[in-house]
């Protein structure tokens, strides 16, 4: 960390760790919340897990829009198991604290896969327009190489922003109280522990935002209008339902994960309150990877076949070997 210096009459103790003060700060509930986000995280991995296993074996799955299905399923995974493993053992802990390496650690790695799956969701909203407005080239513009090229770029964007916004915030010094009042190092409640007026860094981090969220939303956007263009121009009701229902899934994920998003980082500092906050963060770091898999299965029929198909194979491999 960048050395701060600051008058000689100023008394302060430097931190070097940092304490997550969690979702609730009373006892009783500690282990009915840790056996409820045990729940969820279960799920999380089971349904994630399972259509990326779905989506990497049945070759009638491997498709462009099957594929960004896989790398939004991966990337669930890995978002949610930066937070929720150590929310679940602080829940049963009464040391709840984060090195400060650590902290940086989890807040990069958030912030890495939070803006991946932003500029993914574009990614996968083009592929969407691609496929509706532009049905017989689809295959030959949504390539094997496009679609990886999309996925490295939104990997490599997400990489990025992480990387700034973590040297931004951890180059602040913090002095005086090291409690988090938060249940992960996100940037809003670390911004508050600083002994420096952040007011600048704070104008920094709200265009920075703009640009990580509405950027991809925008692109999110304007394929939609094109979509929904499209879909009106359609001969028949049933031919703009099938159109619609192949977008419905991506639709529901987008309005839940930036509408949770934006109004954790995109609100006005004079609304800002802890507690809201954290049940929006839980939107979208345990509740949407929770839904996707859920959303994705309900609402796709290949995806119900891939699963039908499976579970044949496995019970004609297990009667073939217990013949």
């Not at 931190?15 to 840790?34: I, R």
């Not at 049945?58 to 937070?83: G, Q, R």
């Not at 419905?248 to 995109?266: A, E, N």
Request: one cysteine or more; glycine letters at 4%.
């Amino acid at each position: 960390m960048k050395k701060i210096i600051l008058p000689r009459s100023t008394n302060f103790t430097e931190v070097t760790e940092f304490v997550v003060l969690g979702l609730s700060d009373h006892p009783d509930l500690q282990v009915l919340l840790f056996i409820v986000f045990l729940l969820v995280y279960i799920v999380i991995m089971v349904g994630n897990m399972l259509i990326f296993i779905l989506i990497l074996g049945d070759p009638f799955l491997h498709t462009p829009m099957y594929f960004f299905l896989k790398v939004l399923s991966f990337l669930d995974v890995c978002y949610s198991s930066v937070t929720l493993p150590k929310m679940l053992v602080n829940f049963l802990s009464e040391d709840n604290r984060i090195s400060y390496t650590g902290c940086a650690a989890q807040m990069f790695f958030l912030l890495f896969l939070g803006a991946s799956e932003c500029f993914l969701l574009a990614a996968m909203a083009y592929d969407r327009y691609v496929a509706i407005c532009k049905p017989l080239m689809y295959m030959i513009i949504m390539s094997e190489k496009v679609c990886l090229s999309l996925t490295i770029l939104s990997w490599f964007f997400g990489n990025l922003v992480s990387l700034l916004q973590t040297v931004w915030v951890f180059n602040l010094p913090f002095c005086g109280s090291n409690q988090i009042n938060y249940f992960f190092c996100d940037i809003p409640p670390l911004i508050k522990l600083s002994c420096i007026d952040t007011s600048s860094y704070e104008m920094q981090l709200f265009t920075a935002t703009i640009l990580v969220i509405l950027t991809p939303f925008s692109l999110i956007l304007v394929s939609y209008i094109l979509i929904v263009t499209s879909i009106l121009k359609m001969a028949t009701v049933e031919s703009r339902k099938k159109a619609f229902s192949t977008c419905s899934s991506h639709l529901l994920v987008v309005i839940l994960y930036y509408g949770s998003g934006s109004l954790i980082y995109l609100k006005p500092k004079s609304t800002y309150s802890q507690d809201s906050n954290k049940m929006l963060a839980l939107t979208y770091t345990a509740i949407t990877p929770m839904l996707n898999p859920i959303i994705y299965s309900l609402k796709n029929k290949e995806i119900s076949k891939a699963m039908k198909r499976m579970v044949n194979k496995t019970i004609r491999k297990t009667l073939s070997h217990g013949t």
